[in-house]
């Protein structure tokens, strides 16, 4: 662990490659995902980022120069800005998801050093009361209409990671809705097991096809869909 919190601290691009070879290699969810990146061009967009570990999953496909990162706890931004700070193909926007136009509540949890010398719990809520000494902050907001616009279709393949702690069924709601301008989107979703089968079922019903279930996490799923647009 020692280790791991030097390499963070002193060669933070270097930890990302080092936790993005380790995501790679324990996470089933994250090997098929690369296997479709590997493929073809496609865009990226990172809903939930966290420290970046599957935008950096796509730069290393080669197959991508267009990927937007969405995080909405601005100590993980600075660390996403760090990172990424000479990558012209990534933008970082601090903002949280949401299809509402106004500025939305967000509640950072108290910044806490853990094993890797990462000074954030990383987690936050647009609900609140997780933490203790957690505060308050105003944040814009996107909805994947806005992200989708951002990207302007250069190719014909969207991918989407959607990791939003418990909102995932307003991003589905959304999505389900909209016609994309993309021959084939696939997506990667953790959803909480309390809303999985009614957010499973509006995917399903709206076209989306399941080709991958996740190993159960704690309270969570990811799971993999894909949908073909005209």
Known sequence: MKIARFLNRFF?????????????????????????????????IDIGSFHGVYAQLAIISKNTKDILCIEA????????????????????????????????QFFIPPIEKNQYGIYSHGLGS???????????????SRSIEQ???????????LIIK???????D?????IISLK?????????IEITNRKSKEILNCLETNGFV???????????????????YN
Not at 25 to 40: C, D, H, I, Q, V
Not at 75 to 89: H, M, P, T, V
Request: glycine share 4%; proline share 3%; charged share 30%.
């Open 12 to 44: 933070p691009v270097l930890f990302i490659w080092i936790k993005t070879i380790y995501l790679i290699s324990t996470r089933p969810e994250a090997r098929y995902l690369f296997k479709k990146m590997k493929k073809e061009k496609f865009e990226f």
């Open 73 to 104: 706890n601005p100590n993980n931004i600075i660390y996403l800005k760090e990172i990424f700070l000479n990558n012209r193909y990534i933008k970082v926007i601090n903002c949280i998801y949401s299809n509402k136009r106004s500025q939305n």
């Open 162 to 168: 959607v990791d939003i702690e418990g909102s995932e």
């Open 180 to 188: 994309l301008p993309y021959g084939l989107v696939t997506l990667l």
């Open 147 to 157: 992200l989708v616009y951002e990207l302007r279709g250069k190719t014909s393949h």
């Open 210 to 228: 399941k080709v991958f279930a996740g190993d159960a996490y704690e309270n969570t799923r990811d799971y993999i869909f894909e949908k073909k």
């Open 126 to 140: 647009a609900i609140g009361g997780r933490f203790k000494n957690e505060k308050m902050i105003s944040l814009d």
């Open 170 to 174: 307003e991003f589905v709601e959304d």
